[in-house]
């Protein structure tokens, strides 16, 4: 059963940065994709970065230029870092995976909030 265990929410600033980590409890190199989601409330959950396993990235257009999607596969480990944070950013965010079999999964949930 794979895991996925976020980390690095917390409250800054309009315009402020944030990053968030989160890792697999099993070999990334095995997933088709990993990446962030997030939902704020009364709203659904929206994708924001995604990365497959060929390294090819996209973005929600209103996070592109801002926020960055990486990975170590040697940890197991995919990251979000978050630019010129805007208060519309506050949400939960969400670590996701396709794993081999094409199913989803997802970490817990990290809040971020942008707010003065």
């Known amino acids: 059963q794979v895991q996925l265990v976020e980390s690095g929410g917390g409250l800054v600033q309009p315009g402020g940065s944030l990053g968030l980590s989160c890792t697999s409890s099993?070999?990334?190199?095995?997933?088709?994709?990993m990446g962030w989601y997030r939902q704020a409330p009364g709203k659904q959950r929206e994708p924001v970065a995604t990365?497959?396993?060929?390294?090819?990235?996209d973005y929600a257009d209103s996070v592109k230029g801002r926020f960055v999607i990486s990975r170590d596969a040697t940890k197991n480990t995919v990251y979000l870092q978050m630019n010129s944070l805007k208060p519309e950013d506050s949400a939960i965010y969400y670590c996701?995976?396709?794993?081999?079999?094409?199913?989803?999964?997802w970490g817990q949930g990290t809040q971020v909030t942008v707010s003065s």
């Open positions: 996701w995976c396709k794993i081999w079999d094409y199913t989803n999964r």
């Open positions: 099993e070999t990334i190199y095995s997933f088709h994709a």
């Open positions: 990365l497959t396993t060929g390294g090819i990235k």
